[in-house]
């Protein structure tokens, strides 16, 4: 059983750019949720995707986008970069519907530096 | 709003003590809580998850307890060793149909051998 696999691990960009990460769902799971994790903080919810459709948004602006495809694979794109998006972002794969709570399987993330 | 607190400060025990670590939370109606512990560059590993209507769950030398009048979890490692050492954040989350996990900002045990 694979798990959450993510690229790239890290990256820096320039405030104003966009910039694109991906993520590989655990094997069997249906449902991915993209996080965004500042320094010293919990992670954030973003969004989550199942099938294919956005089925649920954190407090992130529209320049914060995803994708998710038939494989369950995802994609989180960030448009126009500011340097307060400089974190560590992580994707979480599951299983839904289930029989209870949202259990997360999470990847080791990317961390995105913006300068 | 709704308002997850665990321990504001970092903790440091001896190996062979008890852990004892604590999430308060306010503005909120849980249906789930949830343990995670997260090492540094990586992500959350799930530890035990406690519905609102238990009272306690335990998995070998861990145990959670969910105590909802209080609003309040405690979250305990027994017989600690070094390599418990990492952060530890809870995570909440509703019955509806997204059922996103809202996390505390963490804390960070040390195990001194």
């Known amino acids: 059983e694979t798990g959450v696999t993510q690229s790239p691990t890290h990256l820096i960009k320039t405030r104003g750019q966009q910039v694109t990460l991906r993520c590989s769902s655990q094997?069997?799971?249906?449902?991915v949720s993209w996080y965004q994790q500042a320094l010293g903080q919990g992670p954030q919810f973003i969004f989550q995707?199942?099938?294919?459709?956005?089925?649920g948004r954190g407090n992130f602006p529209p320049r914060f986008s995803g994708l998710q495809f038939p494989n369950y694979s995802s994609e989180l794109n960030v448009n126009a970069l500011e340097l307060d998006d400089s974190a560590l972002y992580l994707c979480a794969s599951s299983l839904y519907p289930s029989s209870g709570a949202n259990v997360l399987t999470f990847g080791a993330g990317s961390r995105l530096t913006v300068l | 709003s709704q308002k997850i607190e665990q321990n504001s400060e970092a903790l440091n025990i001896q190996e062979g003590k008890t852990a004892t670590l604590t999430c308060n939370y306010t503005n909120y109606s849980p249906a789930y809580l949830q343990w995670y512990r997260q090492d540094p560059g990586r992500g959350p590993v799930f530890l035990l998850l406690?519905?609102?209507?238990?009272k306690e769950k335990r998995k070998e030398r861990l145990k959670v307890t969910f105590d909802t009048t209080l609003k309040q979890s405690l979250f305990h490692i027994t017989a600690s060793q070094p390599a418990d050492s990492a952060t530890y954040l809870c995570?909440?989350?509703?019955?509806?149909?997204?059922?996103?996990?809202?996390f505390g900002s963490g804390t960070q045990l040390t195990v001194l051998p």
């Open positions: 995570a909440l989350s509703t019955s509806g149909s997204a059922r996103q996990l809202t």
């Open positions: 094997s069997g799971h249906n449902t």
């Open positions: 995707y199942y099938r294919e459709e956005e089925n």
């Open positions: 406690i519905r609102e209507n238990e």
